[in-house]
């Protein structure tokens, strides 16, 4: 499918239509690779007697006639809304750094949306293999002879350390969702108090 689109753009690029203005990021010198001459310039050389001339960027294209239907059959076909085939128009007749930066930005708008249709979910619930695995760490870390206190904090940081570094069938960025993630602590705190007084049942 990527073939067949690159074959019909191919295609009506090079159709001799006369190229319709468009506007540009670049002005249209920069994007021709050419510049206005005056006829002082006209004896204008550089050092290897070659005349002086500005390159062009390859990846900038003329927009024709044909390149234009190509563009709104595109769209239609996707049933794009016209702002977004506005914004395809404008992707395929940039330069290339501005292509890039147009990507990057979309993407960085995806994982923005991605973080807070996260936050507007139900709040997280624990796995039966989540709740296991809080347990089991509460027991390392309270039999760790590393630890200088077992109560408070220093073991409440030490067992979020190893929750935060294995996940443990946690959810991707829970620790956005400071919600989510203070249940999460409280568990853990919670878990710890719970190994901690059959710990001293046993001794």
């Known amino acids: 499918m990527t073939d067949s689109l690159s074959n019909s753009l191919t295609s009506a690029m090079r159709a001799p239509d006369p190229p319709i203005v468009t506007p540009n990021l670049l002005p249209p010198s920069s994007i021709l690779g050419k510049r206005t001459r005056n006829v002082e310039d006209e004896g204008d050389e550089d050092e290897d007697g070659s005349p002086e001339a500005t390159s062009s960027p390859a990846s900038t294209v003329e927009m024709n006639k044909n390149v234009e239907l190509f563009v709104k059959s595109l769209a239609g076909n996707k049933k794009l809304r016209d702002e977004y085939a506005r914004d395809l128009r404008e992707f395929l007749v940039s ?20 973080v807070k249709t996260s936050h507007s979910k139900a709040p997280f619930e624990p796995t039966r293999k989540t709740l296991m695995n809080i347990k089991g760490t509460a027991i390392h870390v309270l039999l760790s002879g590393s630890l200088l206190q077992y109560k408070g904090t220093v073991s409440l940081n030490a067992a979020m350390k190893i929750i935060q570094e294995h996940r443990f069938d946690l959810p991707p960025d829970i620790e956005q969702n400071h ?18 007084g059959r710990i001293k049942k046993q001794c």
């Open 95 to 114: 330069p290339q750094f501005a292509r890039d930066l147009m990507l990057y930005t979309a993407i960085l708008a995806i994982l923005q949306e991605q």
């Open 179 to 196: 919600a989510d993630w203070a249940n999460i602590k409280k568990l853990a705190g919670d878990t710890l108090t719970q190994v901690r």
